[in-house]
C-alpha cells in the first residue's frame, strides 16, 4: 500500500521483516512453554490486534486470546501519563500462564501499570511481548519478548496509529512531524 496522503516520511520495518521477527517470537514462545498446558494472551487494544492475530497463528501451543483496552492518550501526541481501563478482561488469570502482547513500548507507563495489576491476579506466570520499544525508554518493567527497538519517532502502520489512522499499513512508518505537531 502506498502513501497516497503523503503523510509518512519513510518505512522503518519491511513487512517481510515484521513477520521474519514475529515468527521468531513465536517459535521461542512456542519452545518456552511447550510444557503447559494452556497459554492465555492478553493483546492490548487496538494497537497490538493485528500483531497478536499473527503472533497467535505462528504459535505451536494451545493458547486462548483476550483482550483488554487501556488509554494514556487522548487524540493528541502527547500521553496524559494517566491510565485507564477501558476495557477488562473477561476472565480471571488466576494460575494461568499469561504473557501480555503490545505494540509500543514508549514512556513505559502503561505495561508498567498493566503488569502490576495483572500481578495482583495471581497468575502463574506473566510475561511480556511487545513488538517495538523506543530507544529512549526506560522502562523498570521486564520485556520478555522484544521484536524491535525503533528510534524515538512517531511511527505507523501494523497496528499502531496516529488518531486512529494508518493502522491497516502492513509495513511500519515513520510519520511526518508536521501531521502529529499540528
Known amino acids: 500500500m502506498a502513501d497516497p496522503r503523503g ?4 518505512t522503518i520495518l519491511t513487512e517481510d521483516e515484521i513477520q521474519n521477527r514475529v515468527r521468531e517470537m513465536a517459535d521461542q514462545i512456542s519452545t518456552e512453554f511447550s510444557d503447559v498446558d494452556e497459554l492465555y494472551l492478553i493483546g492490548i487494544l487496538k494497537g497490538a490486534f493485528i500483531f497478536l492475530a499473527d503472533l497467535a497463528r505462528c504459535l505451536r501451543v494451545f493458547h486462548k486470546v483476550d483482550f483488554m ?9 502527547e500521553s496524559t501519563g494517566e491510565v485507564r481501563i477501558i476495557m477488562d478482561l473477561r476472565e480471571p488469570i488466576e494460575d494461568k500462564h499469561v504473557i501480555i502482547v503490545e505494540d509500543i513500548v514508549d514512556s513505559g507507563n502503561t505495561l508498567n501499570y498493566l503488569q502490576r495489576l495483572l500481578k495482583g491476579r495471581r497468575p502463574a506466570t506473566l510475561k511480556s511481548c511487545v513488538l517495538l520499544r523506543k530507544e529512549h525508554n526506560s522502562l523498570d518493567a521486564p520485556l520478555d519478548y522484544l521484536g524491535f527497538e525503533i528510534p524515538n519517532i512517531w511511527v ?4 499502531l496509529d496516529f ?13 511526518k512531524k508536521e501531521i502529529y505537531q499540528k
Not at 7 to 10: A, I, N, Q, T
Not at 71 to 77: C, D, K, L
Request: cysteine-free; glycine content about 10%; aromatic content about 14%.
Open 7 to 10: 503523510d509518512l516520511e519513510r
Open 163 to 175: 488518531a486512529d489512522t494508518y493502522r491497516t499499513l502492513p509495513f511500519i512508518a515513520e510519520l
Open 156 to 159: 505507523v502502520g501494523y497496528g
Open 69 to 77: 483496552a487501556l488509554s494514556s492518550y487522548g487524540m493528541t501526541a
